[in-house]
């Protein structure tokens, strides 16, 4: 049977890093609803608006918003054999709206869970900055850049994303713990559960990852 990995964390825990390194390795598209969500945003629709609006406040977009992202995008040809998702679902309800569309899909789901200590995770997102024109991040508490607020590879203006504010990532971990501590028990009871450090190396938390997937998968 193929198979649905999701990857859930508190903001910040690595979870789309781990999903790409995956991807790479499974051969499944990683599809993270917070990419796709910021690209709505940039849209001049009402629903580019509203998703704009709630991504700057910090809050999680709806149910029914989500869901229509999942199902449009997992219908794809590229998603026969699986796929992996970074940030969905995020709640019972959601995680219940996955499990019909993965029957549906004649797939299987396996929840990974990555853990990480909240100063830690503080500190990642507050002191966040990323290059509009490489891609390239940096941390001003980890990872600086040469010249404070300066791309070290072609020199232009670091940006700040609109939910790296620290209001809004203390509010984000407190609707991350509420709304995702259920769906921990939901799937450890059924045995679909994985729980990685996500603190340290990235390659070593990787391959503690794949050990781990290939443990659940050879039952």
């Known amino acids: 049977m193929s ?5 859930i964390g508190p903001p910040g825990a690595g979870k789309g890093t781990q999903a790409r390194l995956l991807s790479e390795k499974y051969g499944y598209p990683q599809i993270s609803t917070g990419d796709i969500l910021r690209e709505m945003a940039q849209a001049e629709t009402t629903l580019g608006q509203e998703i704009r609006a709630t991504l700057a406040s ?5 149910d029914e918003i989500l869901a229509e992202v999942i199902r449009t995008r997992t219908a794809r040809p590229d998603c026969k ?9 995020r709640t019972i309800n959601q995680a219940h709206q996955l499990e ?8 299987e789901v396996l929840l990974v869970r990555a853990m990480v200590h909240q100063e830690v ?9 990323t290059c509009p024109k490489c891609g390239e991040i940096y941390n001003v508490y980890f990872r600086p850049s040469k010249v404070e607020g300066i791309c070290d590879q072609d020199g232009e203006p670091l940006k700040q994303r609109s939910d790296d504010n620290p ?3 203390l509010r984000r971990f407190e609707e991350y713990k509420t709304a995702t501590a259920p769906l921990i028990e939901y799937y450890g009871q059924s045995g679909r559960l994985i729980e990685i450090d996500g603190e340290g190396k990235v390659e ?15 039952r």
């Open 121 to 129: 995770l503080f500190k990642r997102l507050t002191g966040r900055y």
């Open 100 to 107: 019909e569309l993965a029957e549906r899909q004649e797939k």
């Open 58 to 62: 910090g809050k999680l977009v709806s």
């Open 3 to 7: 198979r649905v990995i999701v990857i």
């Open 81 to 89: 054999n699986g796929y992996i998702l970074d940030g969905f679902p």
């Open 167 to 169: 209001e809004s990532v």
């Open 204 to 218: 070593e938390i990787f391959e503690k990852l794949c050990s781990l997937i290939e443990g659940v998968i050879s």
